[in-house]
């Protein structure tokens, strides 16, 4: 038992350090139900996004598939979690499983992979930032979310941004200009909020060659069609306008304050 709490604790010591995101018991109960298999429901997020390399595992919802609705439907919850989700994270199971030994320290977490991203094969790249992304995700939207975010994260998109509908306008912005698929993002840089996006499955905690955006996620929104299309066919921009009512300010803050 000790040994295993002691394993429990550094593994969770290890994703608190290498992302300097501490995130609250209180906030993924809101996020997240438990997995069986956990001892408390607090662990279901951390759990998915720190296991040990080649034992990742699909985080449940904290709310139901329709617990969205009307802005994002149940349909579209229901296969983007449970298909394309899952799919990311039996990938990037079986991804790991090829991978020469050496090159995976099995005692780190999915963001120390990401800090190593350059040196892995293009499978592992896209399924790890997969799985980390939607997980991020989940969790930053809420039923009855939406309104504006309060506190230290307010006051910095006023600083950062000059006012929320500003910072609003240019999200969206990144959201309408990423080409194909991606994601749009609210950062940490260098202490300043920026908004950006990156492509596919990459995110900005990924170290991969080239200029791209970097920082602390704040806030994420996935752009692939398959977020969208059942409900909103080709009209991106609805799906984006829909995104701000289900928001979970509380979660963006939080990870803010971290
Ligand atoms: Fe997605």
Redesign the pocket.
Known sequence: MENNNTRRNFLKKTALLSTGTIIGSSLFNAAFAAAPALNTESESLENAITNVPGTYSLPKLGYSYDGLEPHIDKATMEI?HSK??QG?VSNLNKAIDTLDSNLIDHTKSLENIFEKMSKFPEAIRNNSG?HY??SL?WSLMKPNGGGTPKGKLAEAINTSFGSFDEFKKQFTDASMKRFG?GWAWLVVQDGKLVVGSTAN?DNPLMRLRGKGLKGKPVLAL?V?E??YYLKNQNRRADYVASFWNVVDWDMAENLFNS
């Open positions: 983007h394309h989700h990311y997969g992304n939607h995700f698929s499955q996935d692939w398959h977020a």
